[in-house]
Antibody, heavy 121, light 113 residues
């Protein structure tokens, strides 16, 4: 069974940093592109970033470029999102998701339960 | 960035009736080289993570009931629930994966009339 379990969320002050983790199991993690998607309270879904199987290609939404870094450790079956210079508008539930086609440009076929990040003083 | 616009924002349908949700992209998401539409649909029930329903605009994900169907091409797409069940109450999102950044529609909230 495919499982994605996020952790690392919490309350952080504006300008602060946080590192999210996603532990994957039930599939060959190193064979899939992976994404982070966020959802502000009561709002819709916003794709944040994705990363290629070997970590060599990464893409970001403009609003997080230069502040967020996506990475992965295939030996640990883990995906990460390093978030720096956090702003109030980054407050959201952050989901880890698997890209289903094993290629760039894919649907998201499995999602974690999400971890809440709150940016507030 | 490709803008995805769903209509309506909310919808109330009687049990057993048909529900139709529309999604329009600001540019075509049909890739001419493979004739595929890079469009997916998701269902998000209250308090849950999104769940994939449809990809390539019309391919139902494994395990998704056949009352859910997707159609359309180019810039105009539709998600249809042929006979609404109580468990279908949710917010539905379309998503384009034609290019990055992937973008989602604003969501359509489906309720029982």
């Amino acid at each position: 069974e495919v499982q994605l379990v996020e952790s690392g969320g919490g309350l952080v002050q504006p300008g602060g940093s946080l590192r999210l983790s996603c532990a994957a199991s039930g599939f060959t993690f190193s064979s899939y592109w992976m994404s982070w998607v966020r959802q502000a309270p009561g709002k819709g879904l916003e794709w944040v970033a994705n990363i290629q199987q070997d970590g060599s290609e990464k893409y970001y939404v403009d609003s997080v470029k230069g502040r967020f870094t996506i990475s992965r450790d295939n030996a640990k079956n883990s995906l990460y999102l390093q978030m720096n210079s956090l702003r109030a508008e980054d407050t959201a539930v952050y989901y880890c998701a698997r890209e289903g086609s094993k290629q760039l440009l894919s649907w998201l076929d499995y999602w974690g339960q999400g971890t809440l990040v709150t940016v507030s003083s | 960035d490709i803008v995805m616009t769903q209509s309506p924002d909310s919808l109330a349908v009687s049990l057993g009736e048909r529900a139709t949700i529309n999604c329009k992209s600001s540019q075509s998401v049909l890739y001419s080289s493979n004739n595929k539409n890079y469009l997916a649909w998701y269902q998000q029930k209250p308090g849950q993570s999104p769940k994939l329903l449809i990809y390539w605009a019309s391919i139902r994900e494994s395990g998704v009931p056949d009352r859910f169907s997707g159609s359309g091409s180019g810039t105009d797409f539709t998600l249809t629930i042929s006979s609404l069940q109580a468990e279908d109450v949710a917010v539905y999102y379309c998503q384009q994966y034609y290019n990055t950044p992937y973008t989602f529609g604003q969501g359509t909230k489906l309720e029982i009339k």
